[in-house]
């Protein structure tokens, strides 16, 4: 019997096979068993043959498991990790355009260097900006811009690593070569 | 072309058309039936699967040829038969441009397939087929589509052979069980007071049906099989309980209502084998054997779930029994005294008075006068299904064709065919209601053209005879009566068939016994007592406690069950 436990968000990230059609297997299979898509991200790995999916979901354990299940059973999807158990890095990435008028203009720019946003267009009455962070630095950025008015809003959806192993590494010299590794050290080390 | 007869591809059943397969198929080493209707030869491709254990194989015209044989797809996806759709399409320059006879069939399949290939390049066709080939058939086994585009199948790139392996790398079907799960599964069989073994239709895909016989041996386990799982244990084995679920034997179910442990091997606990799921198992230990993960904890709550291929699941768990010491038979006197309670009611019960021809009676008839031949029998989808599923005599496997997940009319016929087409010298019956027969009833002529000597029996009841008893209850439902139907004697003798009538009880028994011993293709068309019911029923999101018993309900307008 199904138990009810409580829904969780839940960020999957996928290796699959770079091929037509495979977004729309894993997005007709999510749509099939009624569970919703909060946010969906896809770009080629280092290895052109293969594309990585971050999805984020929503859903109680039994769910996940189905979910989980049934993304392993479409065959070209390679592998499949649950983040949400991990210790993992996400971001999103948004442009956003917000009302600036004469009097919110310095404050709009206060906030955005607060939050590490930068402003990638600008006319009288709008500032246009380029903010990366997690769910929560993102969502506190909206709440702010809210009140002057947001007039257009685009979403890269999350993506998501897991932090590399913390345990000290034996032999330094052989990782220098490895430039995978040597690239998610240097994520993990952002704050 | 080669790259099907490497396959071992004999037989290929389709519909040509202009747009591919006129030149692809006209000089070829195949048996090519070609049927009326390309759902029909998609079922018959599920028939012909299911019957010999070799992968069907169709091949159709693009656009309307390809979606002509969705329900069939999703048929097979639903029943695990191993299929591969080789379905035309129009030139790779000209797609997407809407030109005559062009669908999208890749995407129109895509949810009812376990895979689809669009080919672009003559060259991958050898790998595609192999691996067609090998994803429809192993693991959880499903239909795979191939879609061809003309100038793709024309061009003549060189044969550099077929690859010698298939590997995908997303694609694993796990075989072997986990070790300390079977273990575990052994343990807790070894201990249970009142157990149960349920078997479904993954049985008979793993070929796994003398390891499940080991095991009910073995353990003297009293056994229940699925709808989809009939002929894994012989009708007259003495463990043998019948048939569980909506339609069921009562002590079936009465036996997973009120058992410690159930062994569930090679199902997927449809719902209409559980009722509702909420109530479903909760007073037992569930083992549950699958080789698809996604079946296990899907509806039901499993407490050990063993992933992996039947057979050899079963050869590790039968060893491990084997070394158990308990005397089995004695342990379990007390269930089995339990059970013979239970069998005092029977749910089968009919009885065959008056004029009118009762329907158990005439598929009872059938089932004892064709008894020994052996023989493939299929059904349709209605009441007639369910009787024949409750008075089911088989002994063996892959005789016994229905349509279970999806449950499409007009399923009967079509898998008749392909299974004979497959198996020529087995005797190859149709039980098939009125209404289903006339989904698919074209392809009489085509039993006739190939010599296919199916035997169908209608059982005609003039009209939808399972949703007239659920008019019954819920009397708003759509009408349910046909108030014209063909004349199937008739209908049989246009199409060049043989046909008979039997409308008295005292006709039946020479009746059928005249269609057996008639060459070739007859329909007989029985006329039966329209308003009799099916029963025991365990009406829909119900506990599979509810089960309504003969008896209780004859002639009332609604089943005390269903208030």
Redesign the interface.
């Known amino acids: 019997m199904r138990e009810q436990a409580p829904a969780r968000r839940h960020i999957l990230t996928l290796l699959v096979e770079n091929r037509i059609g495979v977004l729309a297997r894993i997005a007709g299979l999510i749509a099939a068993k009624g569970y919703n898509i909060d946010s969906v991200s896809v770009g080629e790995t280092m290895d052109n043959s293969m594309s990585r999916v971050t999805l984020v979901v929503h859903g109680d354990d039994w769910v996940m498991e189905q979910v989980v299940k049934q993304l392993n059973r479409l065959i070209d999807v390679v592998k499949v990790v649950d983040l949400t158990e991990e210790d993992c890095i996400e971001r999103e990435m948004i442009l956003i355009r917000v009302n600036a008028e004469a009097p919110n203009r310095a404050e709009i720019l206060r906030i955005a260097d607060i939050f590490r946003a930068r402003v990638v267009d600008v006319t009288h009455r709008t500032y246009t900006l380029e903010v990366t962070g997690d769910e929560h630095k993102i969502q506190a950025l909206l709440d702010l811009f809210r009140p002057f008015g947001i007039k257009e809003l685009v979403r890269t959806g999350q993506i998501a690593i897991a932090r590399a192993s913390k345990a000290a590494p034996r032999k330094l010299e052989r990782e220098a070569g490895n430039e995978e590794q040597v690239e998610s050290k240097s994520t993990a080390g952002t704050p | 072309m080669k790259s099907l007869v490497d396959e071992g591809v004999t037989t290929i059943f389709g519909h040509p058309s202009g747009m591919i397969f006129s030149d692809a198929a006209s000089d070829h080493p195949f048996k090519y039936i070609l049927c009326r209707h390309e759902q029909v030869a998609a079922h018959a491709a599920e028939g012909y699967y299911k019957a010999t254990g070799r992968t069907g194989t169709v091949m159709v015209a693009s656009g309307p040829g390809a979606t002509n044989c969705v329900t069939a797809i999703t048929d097979a996806l639903v029943d695990s038969m191993a299929i591969v759709v080789l379905s035309g399409q129009v030139p790779v320059g000209v797609m997407g441009g809407d030109v005559a006879q062009e669908a999208d069939v890749?995407?129109t399949t895509?949810?009812c397939t376990?895979?689809n290939f669009?080919v672009l390049r003559a060259e991958d066709i050898p790998r595609i087929i192999k691996e067609a080939y090998y994803?429809a058939r192993s693991g959880r086994p499903g239909p795979v589509l191939v879609d061809l585009p003309r100038d793709v199948i024309l061009k003549h790139a060189a044969f550099k052979g077929d690859p010698k392996s298939v590997a995908?790398?997303?694609?694993h079907p796990q075989l072997a069980g986990h070790p300390g799960q079977i273990k575990k599964a052994a343990e807790l069989i070894a201990q249970a007071k009142r157990p149960v073994i349920f078997g479904g239709g993954g049985i008979i895909h793993a070929d796994a049906s003398e390891e499940f016989r080991e095991l009910v041996d073995i353990t003297q386990i009293p056994t229940t099989l699925s709808l989809m799982g009939l002929g894994t244990l012989p009708t007259d084995h003495p463990l043998w309980l019948g048939m569980l679920g909506m339609h069921g034997i009562y002590w079936a179910n009465m036996c997973m209502i009120h058992c410690d442990v159930m062994i569930a091997i090679g199902s997927r606990f449809d719902d209409r084998v559980t009722g509702r799921?909420?109530?479903?198992?909760?007073q037992c230990q569930i083992i549950h054997v699958n080789v698809?993960?996604?079946s296990i904890?899907?509806n039901?709550?499993v407490d050990v779930p063993i992933v992996g291929d039947v057979k050899c699941v079963l050869r590790e768990l039968n060893k491990a029994l084997q070394k158990v010491d308990r005397s089995w038979a004695s342990d379990l006197e007390g269930w089995y005294a339990q059970i013979e309670a239970w069998k005092k009611q029977d749910s089968r019960r009919y009885e065959q008075r008056g004029a009118t021809i009762k329907p158990q009676y005439a598929i009872d008839m059938i089932l004892r006068l064709t008894e020994e031949y052996d023989p493939i029998i299929s059904t349709g989808v209605g009441q007639h299904q369910m009787w024949t599923a409750q008075l089911y005599r088989g002994h063996h496997p892959r005789r016994w064709l229905t349509s279970g997940g999806l449950g499409t009319m007009g399923f009967g016929l079509p898998a008749a065919l392909g299974a004979q087409a497959g198996i020529p010298d087995r005797l190859v019956l149709n039980i098939d209601g009125d209404c289903s027969f006339q989904v698919t009833m074209q392809d009489l002529c085509t039993l006739v053209h190939y010599r296919l000597p199916v035997k169908t029996f209608v059982i005609n009841n003039k009209g939808l005879g399972m949703l007239r008893q659920w008019q019954r209850q819920y009397p708003s439902s759509p009408h349910a009566d046909l108030a014209h139907q063909p004349d199937f004697v008739k209908l049989a003798e246009a199409c060049g068939v043989g046909g008979i009538r039997i409308e008295r009880p005292e006709e039946v028994k020479a009746g059928i016994e005249k269609a057996i011993n008639t060459p070739g293709p007859v329909v007989v068309d029985i006329v039966v007592e329209r308003e009799e019911m099916c029963l025991p029923v365990m009406p829909t999101g119900v506990g599979t406690v509810d089960v309504v018993q003969v008896g209780e309900t004859a002639r009332d307008t609604s089943f005390p069950g269903w208030r």
């Open positions: 890749v995407g895509r949810a376990k895979y669009l994803i995908i790398r997303g694609y799921f909420s109530e479903f198992g909760q698809d993960p996604t904890q899907k039901v709550k």
